[in-house]
């Protein structure tokens, strides 16, 4: 799968990490940095770029991690297209793909270390979003709103 990875400095640690076991499970990923630690550096300079990319489709999913996981998740959110949501459960890490069609998992550095953090990646990447009409009907409601 391809997917896009984005951090600043309070993921950049956790980020390094799980680039590494991505690549090694045979991911093709695109890292929209930080591509050095810099503790005046924002979150929104790395996450754009990764929510645009999902947008354009240059990537399948995404990844982002800041300190909280929080605010990656509201500029993600700005995004049209985008479903990004915080993950901390392995529960949601599914659910989010499954019902939501989520296509942006969003990580505390701070908040989840980087063993869960891997466990939740895994399942967020091997969920596939079930169609259902419910769903779908949900989706189209989204898409209405972001279309104005």
Known sequence: MRI??????GGFTLKSEILQ???????EV???????LDLADDYPDFVIPLARA??????????AICG????????????PTIRAA???????????????????LCLGAR????????ELIRIYLAAS??????????LAKLRALEQG
């Open 4 to 9: 896009g990875i984005a951090a600043d400095h």
């Open 21 to 27: 076991l991505l690549r090694s499970e045979g991911h």
């Open 30 to 36: 695109e890292d929209f940095g930080a591509f050095q």
């Open 54 to 63: 999902i947008a354009a489709q240059e990537v399948e999913r995404g990844i």
């Open 68 to 79: 909280s996981g929080v605010g990656a998740c509201i500029v993600a959110n700005k995004i």
């Open 86 to 104: 915080l993950i901390h459960d392995s529960f949601s890490a599914h659910q989010g793909v499954e019902d939501d069609d989520m296509n942006l």
């Open 111 to 118: 908040i989840c270390g980087a063993s869960l953090a891997a």
């Open 129 to 138: 979003f079930s169609g259902a009409a419910r769903h779908q009907r949900r």
